[in-house]
């Protein structure tokens, strides 16, 4: 049974911290890149951070310097921790696990978000 679950999230005041966790079973988490995305309703979804299976990571330009993306495949789970929250960082934080194979077509995962709310 394949899961992707996220966790972590809460309300914080301007300023704040949050360390999201992306659990992960049911297939090889080692072979797949995570990806976090963050949805607002009426707003297209965002790639905020991204991690490869090497390790290699990116940031949207609006979250960086003030999130990390990172991953511990003994523990199947990757993490977002994010600093200085700012009110814009406000919406549902999303878990993608993808799976990019040199041939063959991508295999992804998603879980089901959870949501961070960021007052000023």
């Known amino acids: 049974q394949v899961q992707v679950e996220e966790s972590g999230g809460g309300s914080v005041q301007a300023g704040g911290s949050l360390r999201l966790s992306c659990t992960a079973s049911?297939?090889?988490?080692?072979?797949?890149?995570v990806n976090w995305y963050r949805q607002t309703p009426g707003k297209e979804r965002e790639l905020v951070a991204g991690?490869?299976?090497?390790?290699?990571?990116n940031y949207a330009d609006s979250v960086k310097g003030r999130f990390t993306i990172s991953r511990d495949n003994v523990k199947s789970t990757a993490y977002l921790q994010m600093d200085d929250l700012k009110p814009e960082d406000t919406a549902v934080y999303l878990c993608?696990?993808?799976?990019?194979?040199?041939?063959?077509?991508?295999?992804?995962?998603w879980g089901r978000g959870t949501q961070v709310t960021v007052s000023s």
């Open positions: 993608n696990c993808r799976y990019t194979p040199w041939r063959g077509e991508i295999t992804e995962y």
């Open positions: 049911g297939f090889y988490f080692i072979d797949y890149g």
């Open positions: 991690i490869t299976k090497y390790r290699s990571t």
